[in-house]
């Protein structure tokens, strides 16, 4: 049904090492990080850096040797925006010279954005709307986080991915979706919009601009819904565990990822865990994870791959794909 042709990621030229967070917070020591989350840097969109010109970065290396002509969609994921309106869609169509007969549009999700964008293309192709799309996610989260908030600040990163989504002729595997308004005060911002006269409050006092996430409650969440994702994801495509040869999750934190392989009885040779120079990059990290594997030759044609993602909304989506 269709395929993923090609995976291209950025990163901000900015780093933010375990060693800078230890001289601002003495009382956190470099190795204790690198144990307790598994990252030991982070990339840092600039203060002139937004997630459009971030996925300029990444969609052109795709169009290195990739015809740009062919795209006919644009699917951009963010939570970070350009502005309220226009979409940002739009812009990256115009700032990449695509066609102007194409479709483009945003839309706002956090970690399960890669797999929704999966399952937005693929009713896309199903409907013959469009037979090769761009889905990009692209977030700075990192521009929320208060100063002083060591724990989010030793978590996300900010990067975008871009991917080249196409019609094929392989299986036509089945998505799991989920959706749990409920826990939307656990993780949210409730004030701003990125582009223009966005500033963060300077004193030590947070402030509806900043990033507020109850860790608690989002690995609650995590452990009690995604366990059963894996499962459902795998019933309703016919499938066993045995049959998938790699299970990529969003990389929220590999003490959360190794809590959840262990509940799911993944073989820890299957689970693939790569946060550790990049940290969270929220919607990026499923297409970072599966590029670095292709460019490690951990994926071989004919591969099955598990996907999830789940987080901020609270939301959540697998789905299987072969390589």
């Given at each position: 049904?269709?395929?993923?042709?090609?995976?291209?990621?950025?990163?901000?030229?900015?780093?933010?090492?375990?060693?800078?967070?230890?001289?601002?917070?003495?009382e956190w020591s470099s190795e204790r990080?690198q144990e307790k989350v598994g990252i030991?840097?982070?990339?840092?969109?600039?203060?002139?850096?937004?997630?459009?010109?971030?996925?300029?970065?990444?969609?052109?290396?795709?169009?290195?040797?990739?015809?740009?002509?062919?795209?006919?969609?644009?699917?951009?994921?963010?939570?970070?925006?350009?502005?309220?309106?226009?979409?940002?869609?739009?812009?990256?169509?115009?700032?990449?010279?695509?066609?102007?007969?194409?479709?483009?549009?945003?839309?706002?999700?956090?970690?399960?954005?890669?797999?929704?964008?999966?399952?937005?293309?693929?009713?896309?192709?199903?409907?013959?709307?469009?037979?090769?799309?761009?889905?990009?996610?692209?977030?700075?989260?990192?521009?929320?986080?208060?100063?002083?908030?060591?724990?989010?600040?030793?978590?996300?990163?900010?990067?975008?991915?871009?991917?080249?989504?196409?019609?094929?002729?392989?299986?036509?595997?089945?998505?799991?979706?989920?959706?749990?308004?409920?826990?939307?005060?656990?993780?949210?911002?409730?004030?701003?919009?990125?582009?223009?006269?966005?500033?963060?409050?300077?004193?030590?006092?947070?402030?509806?601009?900043?990033?507020?996430?109850?860790?608690?409650?989002?690995?609650?969440?995590?452990?009690?819904?995604?366990?059963?994702?894996?499962?459902?994801?795998?019933?309703?495509?016919?499938?066993?565990?045995?049959?998938?040869?790699?299970?990529?999750?969003?990389?929220?934190?590999?003490?959360?990822?190794?809590?959840?392989?262990?509940?799911?009885?993944?073989?820890?040779?299957?689970?693939?865990?790569?946060?550790?120079?990049?940290?969270?990059?929220?919607?990026?990290?499923?297409?970072?994870?599966?590029?670095?594997?292709?460019?490690?030759?951990?994926?071989?044609?004919?591969?099955?791959?598990?996907?999830?993602?789940?987080?901020?909304?609270?939301?959540?989506?697998?789905?299987?794909?072969?390589?």
């Amino acid at each position: 049904m269709m395929k993923i042709s090609k995976i291209e990621y950025y990163l901000p030229q900015q780093v933010l090492t375990n060693d800078d967070l230890e001289k601002q917070f003495p009382e956190w020591s470099s190795e204790r990080i690198q144990e307790k989350v598994g990252i030991s840097q982070r990339h840092i969109s600039s203060d002139n850096e937004t997630v459009l010109d971030m996925a300029v970065q990444s969609s052109e290396k795709i169009f290195e040797n990739y015809d740009r002509s062919k795209v006919d969609f644009i699917l951009f994921c963010t939570q970070s925006p350009e502005y309220f309106l226009p979409t940002t869609a739009c812009l990256l169509q115009d700032r990449l010279g695509l066609r102007k007969n194409i479709g483009a549009i945003d839309f706002n999700l956090g970690c399960s954005g890669f797999v929704y964008g999966l399952a937005f293309a693929k009713g896309l192709i199903s409907a013959g709307i469009a037979k090769s799309i761009l889905l990009v996610t692209s977030e700075t989260y990192t521009k929320h986080i208060h100063p002083d908030d060591k724990g989010n600040r030793s978590i996300f990163g900010d990067a975008s991915a871009s991917a080249i989504i196409e019609k094929s002729e392989g299986n036509d595997y089945q998505f799991c979706l989920g959706t749990d308004g409920s826990g939307a005060e656990n993780l949210i911002v409730k004030k701003g919009a990125f582009k223009k006269d966005f500033k963060l409050n300077p004193e030590h006092e947070f402030s509806p601009e900043n990033i507020y996430m109850n860790g608690p409650e989002i690995f609650n969440f995590t452990i009690e819904n995604i366990p059963g994702l894996v499962k459902e994801t795998l019933e309703v495509n016919g499938m066993t565990m045995d049959d998938i040869d790699h299970f990529v999750f969003h990389q929220a934190n590999s003490f959360m990822l190794n809590y959840l392989r262990k509940k799911t009885k993944i073989p820890a040779e299957k689970f693939y865990i790569d946060m550790e120079k990049t940290g969270n990059t929220v919607s990026a990290t499923i297409p970072i994870a599966l590029k670095n594997m292709m460019d490690k030759g951990m994926l071989k044609e004919g591969d099955k791959v598990l996907m999830a993602g789940f987080g901020v909304g609270y939301s959540w989506g697998a789905t299987i794909m072969e390589i």
